[in-house]
């Protein structure tokens, strides 16, 4: 692929009205591990895959809570997602203060988004190079957003990002137009079933894998947002592969799905795994 | 197409006087999604395409309110629009607050101008990469501007920008010299037409558009900026449609109008659907 | 045309002691549509074609007035030239506050020259692209300047700028010695005759042109610097095509001008209609 | 191995979503001498291998106190990990003073990574070229982290990073489960047995090898952070020799690792021994 | 001519120890109309070629009064030399504030070379790119200096630059030995002279050319710096070409000295007439 | 040696984790000429060559006081190495002003070079070219440290930097074992036979070296840092070489040395005698 | 002569540890016209050539008091000497008005090095481009010192710099030893036989050179720095020539030396003559 002298800076129109920077910038995502967010009317799931560095490492956090009733779940540059979490930590907690009142996830997004705008324009500084889906509950109910590096961020039922995230997108979208009423249980079993699409064969167990939930129940009271513990989560596991012992075909489609995207993945950066 | 080295940098002429860093911002707004404008001398309409980044969700708003009497359309960067619609809101307010008055339109689409321009000639930014339509209301009736990333302006009776664009143009061109005198429900239909002309084959429905109005009533009341419901869009959907039987030939000159912008539209910049 | 290393930074000169970018900023006041100035001893009359960039869109202003006794039109980048407009309308104000007196002309396009110098020196900004045309009225009688993005400034008793402005030029130096005697009549009805050698064949009408002017009546009262209304326009139109039926060889000349400067007009650059 | 016009500016982003400034700066990790640390429930220990300079020089310090419940081991730049010591000590101090309680070891390895964070998003600096292991003691028990020159952080068990750190690596991947209950001595014993490792046939003695512990009694009170006295080493060293006379073939596995790994020793950098 | 890489950046020296950009900035001085100063014990006389830019326009001034005491010939960026102007002005303004009496030429001409040293190290700006001839009366009497962009000066009895300014160079080396005791009038006879020699062949008349003398009366009053009428130019003129009947043989000489001079004539820079 | 675009900018890593504007730097410390330090328990002594520029001018200092108990020799930049000399000073009066204590000679080669490290990771300027050998007492007896343009710094019993080191290094590494015990007229005659294998044949003699010490008198008094006079110095060079008669072969060994080192010699830079 | 791309900004190391611009810029010294600088126990004298730019002009000055006790000359960039002399000048006046009493010579000498240091450190500057001899009077006898552009300086008991100097320098090195006792009228005939080596067969005159001397009569009293009359300088030129009628092989061995120059001589800048 030959691309000419528009593509290293981020201020600089290629001639067809496109931004390189950016766009490399979004591919970043794609090199991180998976995660996955879903939500119902009343709770937000978000899911993602706990990869260790290292066997002697414990596994870097993807899940993020950054107020009583939202957090966020990020691929790509996990150092960038840190310094982006702090910063919605920071729009909450001023918001509260200055409003009594938790800060709508719709405004949140948007901040996030405004954020990443302003990384786009500068020459001197480079995009992040991280993708926030950004879960959480507010008056108008629970929302999911997905925020990309290039200041643009789009409200889902349901989606996945980062590496392998397409078989993930592939089983989600088969099932989505369900999810409005979906009960949390029904939510955290799909993300688990989306978060093992992207594992290629690897087993999906409690230890790999990070599901946290906010939502609001039944009597109004608000289920702050927070992390599934690990039993919890093998529980549901086991209790889903108990379920799914007829479906064969899907492996097969799956692992076509891995080959097409082994390319992508031989080139993927070292540094955010 | 072969272009040579003053073409990185916005803040260098080429040997023939353009900036050519500045036209390569413009072509950004031909790569996003259509959206049009119409105005009579009481009345102004925004329309857009919704196109949803994905199966899972929703699309992203190209239709912003800034004031009670004005709104805007963009096509192009989403997030460079997204930033210019806030700074929008704020002059308007400010000149509320100070004047007890609203800001002329044609005030407004100079302020945007005008901040438009600063990118243009500074090195350490880049243009803006969107385009706006700019529709309100103010003492001397319902105006539209277009507001392009150069920093120029134009006053419009009817326009259209954004990915295939030309044939929504061409179907305004034939008709606009009637929309002084046209009636609201007249202003969305054509609306409604000229967005279809963009939809290359796809079919029109309340879900993948948008439809925003402003306007003085007869008793001299003003309808504030608004979106159109769902409900009522579909209605003129299906009544137009009902009325649309007889002209068989306009869909073969539209076919082959997609056919010569194909090409542009395989380069179209992912970042900004 | 091959030009080396020495035309892509306006703070770099050539061997030949040339500023590239200046001459190359220059180039775009030849893209933008004409405009013509005139004087006589008591009045200034300006004058601007009129270029929609659509059949859909008003055209965009070119004659601005920038005090009671003084207004430019401008040729080349619009956006640039609406910036300069204002600064001049701020220079008008601050000496009228502070002397109590309007301020001369040529004080107004030293301090325009000077604002265009600061651009031709400094490594972050890009010369201005846009030439002014400044006409006024001060104790020493009417005036008209060219300024130019190298930040030059001249007199003249009459000049054109922009596209094909040669041949309005030819046609005012057949007849400028009598200027300074000529009533307002007079000048507004040559300034029609030079924008319309401008317009290569298309016929010149009140909707296609703009003419302002500023002048002292014979009792010393000022006539403040105002456009002219379309009618009165088309009636001196109308009486001067009565009058040009008997030459005939004119058009001939100016067409085969038309032809050397074709070449220039294919590279005319988009952004500046 | 080429690679094109990415890889020279920390702002810039490959095709691919990676920032090659921020993977060469983690080259510079592999070129210094290198360091170990382990972590039991109650106690951490690092250990570094002295390399001086020259015969005339003693060698540089490796392992750095930043509070008395926290310290660091680094390889790579060791005039950028100074910096990042004293960074790290003045946080400790202004928490101590402020909370009157010692940061916990999780902060500060994260205050750590969004240091190195900034350098890797901003123009005119370089990200640094050092790896640090951080290793303390908090009200949850000891701790060890890894951080990078990306920003990012990892916690461990046990890790070694620099020089040759893959046969060390190894060895403490083959006994890193049994490590939460190690006895401070057991951790140091195997801490000098991964250093080992990393010498390459050179004789281990308590000269060339520096160790540091902290943990908490079993009565509860706190073993500040301190260097073991050489005399100690040494004893232990002599005691871990008689017990090795059994197992020869690790040195075969170990001297075959040392061959693949002299290629990148060739291009050791000189500055950074 | 081939030059490499030392002549796009005034901070950076050539392998031979020399600053090309600064080099250049002094060939702008070759490319502006020609303008000459002379000077006796108690006269300094100035004069300038007028050139109008086209017919239509005045001519540029290029004599500027900075002081009652003094003034400025200036060749090169009209744009640039007004800006100098102007420093000097508020500079003899704010000494006789000071020190109640008028700055020395010396000293005048001191600050202006100081001035444009600052441009030839700086590398965010560039060289002015405008020579300027000062002359002036003080106590120890008349004086001329030339400032040129290297931020260099020298004090001379007699001197021409610009364009075609060797054959009033000339000129001048052939009389100078007297000048110290000429009477005003025989300065100013002098002055057009060298003028003419500038002129190939182009006839010398009032109107194409400024003069400008300053000096003190033989009872030791000041003459103020001013233009001379041109009514009394005319006369000198005319009384010049009455004694000039016999010299045959000088204009041959100036024609061969024409067409030398022709090659870098056709090299001019348009922005500088 | 062929070496790409990794070594133009002080803030890009190479691929392989190298920072070359740094290792090109420390070439500088090559260049310069020869100085040596050495230190006992209670004494430290520095000397250099003193290479005078030419015939007719003294040579330039590399020695310098920056405190009564600290000193500092140099090789490299002589320019650069004076301004870091004079921070050391200020360093010292401050310590001195706040403490009434001397900075321990540690602390002092610690700010050294966190003053080196500084220009090694900023775009805007260029690391120190220089090295400098700092020698003093504190209340744990003497010190030597050498600080290299990297920000790094070693303890040494005796080193020795500069052109043709390498003999002087090879001479004090057969030697420096005993040095911890040597009388201060020991350790200034190891000093001078060191400087004196940097000679190349060149005879040694008070002229062209100078030698400093500092120490503690057996009653615990400081002997300030001073330069030991000419006269002594050739009473000890004269007393060596009544002892140097037997040895013969050690001079072979440095010519050979000598000729291996010429290659670098050649290429010496001019500005650093 | 071939070097590659580390010679364009004065940041950038060269793999030997060369600063190329640090070194192109005192090629520049070689470039100006030369001056010398001798110095007895009591007196130190300055001399430069005198050479017009034109006929017409004045020489410019290349020797300036900075003090009653202290004055330089200078070769290179004039501009650049003047903007050091000044600096010069206020640092010995704000001395003496802080202490009471004149600064020392070879404080003066520092504190210019220090100011040229800092142009070789940063990257929006360039190095000064001119050579200074600084010459002066204190409580330790006269002194003379060589600035260059490097930041480095010398103590010469008499030098030359600038073009055509090494005959100078051929003459004085014949000499030099005995100048410690020299009277000043013996000081002055050496300088300007000093001078005549560098005229390369033009004849000296008072006019073509400047002799300035400083020193302290045989009562204590100080001679201030000041030049020498043009009448008393001839006086000595007559004389000298009287006395040199015998010796014939000198300005033999000088015109071979002529020849060799002329090389560099022929790319001499013209800026600085």
Known sequence: MFRNQY???????????RLFQVEYAMEAVKQGSACVGLCSRTHAVLAAVNKPASELSSYQRKVFRVAEHAGVALAGLTADGRVLS??????????????????????????????AQV????????????????????????????NCPSGNYFEYQAFAIGS??????????????????????QLIKDALSAIKETLQGEKLSSSNCTVAIVGRKDD??????????????????????VA??????????????????????????????
Chains 1, 2, 3, 4, 5, 6, 7 share one sequence.
């Open 119 to 146: 990384c786009t324009q500068r020459s001197w500084k480079r995009p992040y190079g991280v993708g926030l889906l950004v879960a959480g509950l507010d008056e108008s109910g629970a929302h999911l957003y997905y």
């Open 164 to 185: 392998r995230s397409q078989a993930a997108k592939t089983f989600l979208e088969r099932r989505f137009q369900g999810y409005k009423d979906y009960t949390p249980e």
């Open 7 to 17: 593509d290293t800076d981020v201020t600089t129109w290629s001639p067809q009205g």
């Open 220 to 241: 109004g009271t608000i289920e702050p947002f927070e992390m599934i513990g690990a039993a919890r989560i093998q529980e549901l596991i086991d209790s889903m592969e």
């Open 244 to 273: 799914e012992e007829a479906p064969e075909e899907a492996p097969a489609e799956a692992s076509s799905m891995q080959e097409e995207e082994r390319g992508s993945e031989d080139a993927a950066a070292p540094m955010d795994i």
């Open 86 to 115: 702090r910063f919605l930590r920071n729009e909450c907690i001023n918001h509260s203060f200055v409003y009594e009142a938790p800060l709508p996830i719709s405004r949140l997004a948007l901040k996030l988004a405004d954020k």
